[in-house]
T-cell receptor, first 113, second 112 residues
Framework: DAGVTQSPTHLIKTRGQQVTLRCSPKSGHDTVSWYQQALGQGPQFIFQYYEEEERQRGNFPDRFSGHQFPNYSSELNVNALLLGDSALYLC????????????FGPGTRLTVL | QKEVEQNSGPLSVPEGAIASLNCTYSDRGSQSFFWYRQYSGKSPELIMFIYSNGDKEDGRFTAQLNKASQYVSLLIRDSQPSDSATYLCAVKGTGGYNKLIFGAGTRLAVHP
């Protein structure tokens, strides 16, 4: 049983560019959450998708947007990249029966130069 | 005041000792609490969750919750060098859904 998968593993972009990160949830999971983890910090909640809709959002600007597809996979898009967007981006999925436990993917390391 | 606070460490313990990791949270309405382990360069791994006051044991790990004091702790018995990692305390946000609010983590170093 495959766990949560994310792509790409690493990414280097320059300021002002746009980036798309991808996530496939664990089999049987339908809820996907995205987190940003800066170096030395805990993960910060960006937003959560369920039934292809954003149902909760953290304190992130509109430059951060997302999408969930009918197969429950999800994308995170970041426009107009800033140096401060450099971080580990984590996707977490959960089940309808265990919504209180989220399982994280391996993450995408984004570096903005 | 941060929503979830942890001592950043490092907490250094000898092999075989008990490591005690602590966390406080600010939202008195919080109901669900989680401990994640994160090795350097890796993603967080769920090791324990606790919902009720008291202790919950799973192998060498014990989570303790005191809602009156808004305090969560994780004890690791018989610490091993492989336990060396950052331990993240997380609290489920109130207001529905399952957004997690994380502390900054405590770095644990277990030395032989």
């Amino acid at each position: 049983d495959a766990g949560v998968t994310q792509s790409p593993t690493h990414l280097i972009k320059t300021r002002g560019q746009q980036v798309t990160l991808r996530c496939s949830p664990k089999s049987g999971h339908d809820t996907v959450s995205w987190y940003q983890q800066a170096l030395g910090q805990g993960p910060q909640f960006i937003f959560q998708y369920y039934e292809e809709e954003e149902r909760q959002r953290g304190n992130f600007p509109d430059r951060f947007s997302g999408h969930q597809f009918p197969n429950y996979s999800s994308e995170l898009n970041v426009n107009a990249l800033l140096l401060g967007d450099s971080a580990l981006y984590l996707c977490a999925s959960s089940t309808p029966d265990s919504i209180d436990t989220q399982y994280f993917g391996p993450g995408t390391r984004l570096t903005v130069l | 005041q941060k929503e979830v606070e942890q001592n950043s460490g490092p907490l250094s313990v000898p092999e075989g000792a008990i490591a005690s990791l602590n966390c406080t949270y600010s939202d008195r309405g919080s109901q669900s609490f989680f401990w994640y382990r994160q090795y350097s360069g890796k993603s967080p791994e769920l090791i324990m969750f606790i919902y009720s006051n008291g202790d919950k044991e799973d192998g060498r790990f014990t989570a303790q919750l005191n809602k009156a004091s808004q305090y969560v702790s994780l004890l690791i018995r018989d610490s091993q060098p492989s336990d060396s990692a950052t331990y993240l305390c997380a609290v489920k946000g109130t207001g529905g859904y399952n957004k997690l609010i994380f502390g900054a983590g405590t770095r644990l170093a277990v030395h032989p």
